[in-house]
């Protein structure tokens, strides 16, 4: 195998922040290589700088035989490196064929002038979707389609124009367990052509399925260089968090069954996609939502806070009957939604961490969405500061701009956000999403604390481990109904899966 691409000894610095720190590394023709590191560590930020995105600040880039100080993002393109990136790129009002050609538009000349070649653009379009098994009509708009739609979109535009490099920041964070074995498939055949792939992601099991090598990254350090097949996970875990990690199950032992939290009674929403959902939550108790991805999960959620009208049903919370219109309702009367897609509902893009931290106690004590006069810079400040600390957020200060934090550290300031809220009821959908494993077991102790306390907790999840380590009891959901509660002590991924596909 070949070297195809490399870095060697970069640094980056933002500011007086070093972020990454003496980096090589070096990709491979026909390999896999597998990027890990704690949320913050600098895995974006270095393929970002392959990308020609950023610039570093010391160190060079080997593209084939040529060696440079830094690369432009053509430069980049035209050697064959494609990026895809952590959060969702594609443009929702753009059809999915325009967006594969998003800076790439084959052209003609017809007498002289240069022309969009259609036709040509229609054969690639077709080839790239079908090599990720996409079968949608190219012309309708991706605002259409779901999140894992769109990541298939994004991974067909990066196969248009024969690529060398593909790198691929945690592809699977939407996928289903179908789209994930699809999506190996593809990348097998990638590999098989020749093509080096990067591949981030924080679900560890996949990484000897999928990977050769594997690199682990620390503070921006490069810890090391291991055999992906043969490494134990336990190891490479260990050199990515520096400790051992412990798995407990919970037991449920604080779950109050004479006290109820909240209660669901007959919920139907307008458009039928929660189709009569009833269910009770109790004292210090987590109820986990397992279902197929378009179960309909998401939409109850939504429903329950005000963000999808609904046609009937009753919710109570604390012996208080609600009366829900729209997520403000929903707030005030104590409810909080994590959503699933933090870069379209999860923060205020234009807000630092601080800002966007203690919002809601305002929205929630202002009679109007948010007067100046209630605005406290300091109070904002410190809660910024003690969330900042207790969910071991990476910024350079709370008044670092969100945007610019790691794809896991915005994830951890939305579940801050929503804790300072301070609610009575905490819905989260897919909360550790792009999450590493280390802050996972942080986040899953917060919600037992809160259960704790008696604050009603729901997740919704993909991942079966995650809903068996935190939740007393899962609810199964199918065709937007719960078909059947399972107890934590009988739940097994297998009976949970035969009860979400039959
Ligand atoms: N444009 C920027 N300005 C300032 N700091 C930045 C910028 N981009 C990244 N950083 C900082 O660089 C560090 C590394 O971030 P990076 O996104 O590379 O992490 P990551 O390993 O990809 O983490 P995750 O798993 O959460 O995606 C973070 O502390 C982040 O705040
Ligand atoms: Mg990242």
Redesign the pocket.
């Known amino acids: 195998m070949s070297q195809l691409v490399a870095v060697k000894n970069i640094t980056k610095k933002?500011?007086a922040?070093t972020?990454l720190n003496n980096i090589t590394f070096e990709i491979l023709s026909g390999e896999v290589h597998v990027l890990l590191?704690?949320?913050?560590?600098?895995?974006?930020?270095?393929m970002?700088i392959l990308s020609g995105i950023?610039k570093p600040t010391g160190g060079e880039i080997q593209l084939g035989k040529n060696t440079f100080k830094e690369v432009t993002t053509n430069q980049s393109r035209d050697f064959g490196i494609r990026l895809i990136y952590?959060e969702l790129s594609v443009i929702n009002n753009l059809s999915i064929e325009e967006n594969l050609f998003i800076g790439s538009i084959p052209t003609k000349k017809i007498m002289g002038v240069s022309v969009v070649d259609r036709k040509k653009m229609a054969i690639k379009a077709k080839h790239a979707l079908s090599c990720v098994g996409f079968k949608k009509n190219p012309k309708i708009l991706v605002h259409e389609l779901s999140i894992s739609e769109k990541q298939q979109v994004e991974i067909a535009k990066a196969l248009i124009d024969e690529p060398k490099v593909i790198i691929m920041?945690?592809p699977t964070s939407s996928l289903n367990d179908d789209e994930v074995l699809n999506l190996f498939n593809i990348i097998n055949s990638l590999r098989s052509a020749g093509l080096g792939v990067v591949y981030?992601s924080?679900k560890l099991k996949e990484i000897p399925i999928i990977g050769d090598r594997v690199s682990v990254?620390k503070d921006?350090h490069h810890v090391g260089t291991w055999d992906a097949k043969t490494t134990p996970v336990e190891f490479l875990v260990n050199k990515m968090v520096g400790r051992e990690l412990t798995h407990s199950r919970p037991i449920g032992d604080k779950v109050d069954r004479s006290s109820i939290i909240f209660e669901v009674d007959s919920l139907i929403s307008k458009d039928k996609f929660v189709n009569d959902v009833s269910f009770k939550l109790y004292k210090g108790e987590i109820l986990g939502f397992a279902g197929l991805v378009g179960a309909g999960r998401s939409e109850l959620v939504e429903t329950i806070f005000g963000a999808r009208p609904k046609s009937q049903g009753n919710l109570t919370l604390s012996n208080k009957k609600l009366d829900i219109n729209n997520p403000t309702d929903a707030i005030r009367a104590g409810i909080a939604l994590v959503t699933e897609d933090r870069r379209e509902t999860g923060f205020f893009h234009n807000f630092n961490v601080a800002q966007n931290i203690s919002i809601l106690p305002f929205i929630k004590s202002s009679k109007y969405a948010l007067s100046l006069e209630s605005l406290d810079f300091k109070a904002e400040n410190k809660m910024g500061e003690e969330y900042k600390n207790s969910l071991n957020i990476?910024?350079?200060s709370v008044k670092?701009n969100i945007v610019?934090?790691?794809?896991?550290?915005q994830q951890k300031v939305i579940i801050a956000k929503w804790l300072a809220a301070d609610s009575d009821l905490f819905m989260f959908d897919e909360p550790t999403r792009?999450i590493?494993v280390g802050a996972k077991s942080e986040i899953y102790q917060i919600l037992r604390e809160q259960a704790d306390k008696g604050r009603g907790i729901i997740v919704v999840s993909s991942e079966l481990p995650e809903l068996l380590s935190v939740c007393d009891r899962i609810a199964v959901y199918r065709g937007g109904h719960i078909v059947e509660f399972i107890e934590n002590k009988d739940a097994t991924e297998e009976n949970i899966l035969k009860s979400a596909t039959i």
């Open positions: 933002f500011g922040i972020v590191g704690e949320n913050g560590a600098g895995k974006s930020t270095l970002k950023y952590q920041d945690e981030i924080h990254l921006g990476r910024c350079s670092q610019h934090l790691s794809g896991g550290n792009g590493d």
